[in-house]
T-cell receptor
Framework: EDQVTQSPEALRLQEGESSSLNCSYT??????LFWYRQDPGKGPEFLFT???AGEEKEKERLKATLTKKESFLHITAPKPEDSATYLC???????????FGKGTKLTVNP | NAGVTQTPKFRVLKTGQSMTLLCAQD?????MYWYRQDPGMGLRLIHY???????AKGEVPDGYNVSRLKKQNFLLGLESAAPSQTSVYFC??????????FGSGTRLTVV
């Protein structure tokens, strides 16, 4: 069964304190790993897609990396506006149905 | 370009009442999905569609029905609402390499 596990469930950082969020997955034949950001009361918004081990993508203070078993979302010098829930997801069984992790709620204090 | 639009945004139902949630997308996407999001449970797939006139069950389909009569619209129906269906419902459509584009959600409370 395809599974996605995110850790930690919640993370509190001080502004400027860098850290990483983890997404581990078990899926046969990975066809992409997706990262989304979700703000309270809104739908998830696309951040990154990673396809192969060793791949990295960056956007502002965020960098996503991928290995054969997990992905990391690195947050460098975060600001309060980075506070959100971050979700990762993988396609289930080679389909276009995404299986989501439960998310990491990030809070960045000024 | 509105993307994915969900209506209504909020709704309160009494147990046993019925309602339909509407999802409309203007991106000409073939694939559309309905998820529910509950605290501690994450996003769970209810039903999905791979094209006009098609529907299929997801992970938690019981108590829901769907229809995709037009490519741009995907409707989610609750025939007899139960308190266990209190949730936030998200519609999404699939865009290659970007995964899903989500709507802003419908917050449903069943009392």
């Amino acid at each position: 069964e395809d599974q996605v596990t995110q850790s930690p469930e919640a993370l509190r950082l001080q502004e400027g304190e860098s850290s990483s969020l983890n997404c581990s997955y078990t899926v046969s034949g990975l066809r992409g790993l997706f990262w989304y950001r979700q703000d309270p009361g809104k739908g998830p918004e696309f951040l990154f897609t990673l396809y192969s081990a060793g791949e990295e993508k960056e956007k502002e203070r965020l960098k996503a990396t991928l290995t054969k078993k997990e992905s990391f979302l690195h947050i460098t010098a975060p600001k309060p506006e980075d506070s959100a829930t971050y979700l990762c997801a993988v396609p289930q069984g080679g389909s276009e149905k995404l299986v989501f992790g439960k998310g990491t709620k990030l809070t960045v204090n000024p | 370009n509105a993307g994915v639009t969900q209506t209504p945004k909020f709704r309160v139902l009494k147990t046993g009442q019925s309602m339909t949630l509407l999802c409309a997308q203007d991106m000409n996407h073939e694939y559309m999905y309905w998820y529910r999001q509950d605290p501690g449970m994450g996003l769970r797939l209810i039903h999905y569609s791979v094209g006009e006139g098609t529907t299929a069950k997801g992970e938690v389909p019981d108590g829901y029905n769907v229809s995709r009569l037009k490519k741009q619209n995907f409707l989610l129906g609750l025939e007899s609402a139960a308190p266990s269906q209190t949730s936030v419902y998200f519609c999404a459509s699939w865009f290659p390499n970007y995964g899903y584009t989500f709507g802003s959600g419908t917050r449903l409370t069943v009392v």
